[in-house]
């Protein structure tokens, strides 16, 4: 290894660390403003709310601005039944879980 490529790595390791303390010392002073960045978002992508839920508060905000401009409240519309999905069999419950399995351990032996 020759100095000059020594040398680069060092100046790339101190970046490195150079980042990293500023990193830490943002956190006691409030941190960033504004935007959340993309993976803090993606790390909170995890509640969706239902069908049901977005038309029960779509309903109530059409019903208080109407109330609001002094028109009536729409009429609630009966919500369409749902399907129920009958119950999955032992035997295939059992057939999902090996397929299942083998494709945990392709995956692995493809990650290894």
Known sequence: MDIA????AL???RDRLDQAIAALESVGHGGRRGRPSKAVADSRSGR?????????ISEAMKARWAKRKGKSAPKKSVPAKTKVRPAMSAAARKRLSSLMKIRWAAKRKASA
């Open 48 to 56: 969706h709310m239902s069908a049901a839920a977005r038309k029960r």
């Open 11 to 13: 100046k790339e390791q």
């Open 5 to 8: 490529s020594v040398v680069v």
